[in-house]
């Protein structure tokens, strides 16, 4: 009898014994390297099946193989994920014949959201003492950096996200006009008039803003504290614009 339960006991008694080796060798276009592990290992669980041992065995060997499989995902993942730009880059100017009449005509769509039909390349562009076909017009995410617009009709102009660095606005006219998210960054904009013009995201860095008029100005809060650490902006300029 004694040797009869011992062979029932056997019966009820399991072994799991699971060889697991994990080589990785990451292509050279990977990033970073996962640690090879170039001796197999050997998992071995022995317990009655009631046992509680065989169930944490049986759990940490679940928790091994998502380990593995979560280091497989990370490099697929890795090797699939675009890799994104640290810096945007302004597109080649434009050898499309005639660009800077672009101007007079402008998006046909878009507008203040800054979506366009066609891009318009107005860099390096001269419109100085322009009165009338610039008025009005959607120059919505133009390029206008270098360009020159000194004593221009800018009146009811949407310029949404346009980008203006470098470029001279000398006394142009921007009243009523949507000038939101546009970069004026060391842009001349001495004289010019703001009146009764959003400029909601705009950003003014180096910008020359001497005698420039504020007069019923568009703006946000933050914004409004931005452009107020502009030191160009005379007396007047700042009482308008409620800079403290």
Known sequence: MPTQKKQ????KMATLS???????????????????????FRISCSASWDSPELKASSSQFKELK????????VCAVTAASPVIAASQRLPP???EPNRCERAFVGNTIGQANGVYDK?????????????????????????????????ADMSEVVMSKAYAVGASFKGVDFTNAVLDR???????????????????????????????????????YIDLQKICTNTSINADGRAELGCR
């Not at 562009?125 to 000194?150: H, I, Q, V």
């Open 119 to 151: 891009p318009i390349d107005l860099r390096f562009c001269d419109y100085t003492n322009e009165k009338s076909n610039l008025k009005g017009k959607s120059l919505a995410a133009a390029l206008m950096s270098e360009a020159k617009f000194d004593g």
């Open 93 to 95: 100017l434009s050898t």
């Open 66 to 73: 998502n380990v593995a499989f979560g280091i497989l995902a």
């Open 182 to 220: 546009v970069n004026f960054g060391k842009a001349n904009l001495q004289g010019a008039v703001f009146k009764n013009t959003v400029l909601s995201g705009s950003t003014f860095d180096q910008a020359q803003l001497e005698d420039a008029v504020f007069e019923d100005t568009i703006i946000g």
């Open 8 to 11: 029932i006991h056997r019966e």
């Open 18 to 40: 699971i060889p697991l080796s994990l080589q990785h060798s990451s292509p050279k276009r990977h990033r970073f390297s996962v640690p090879e592990l170039h001796s197999p």
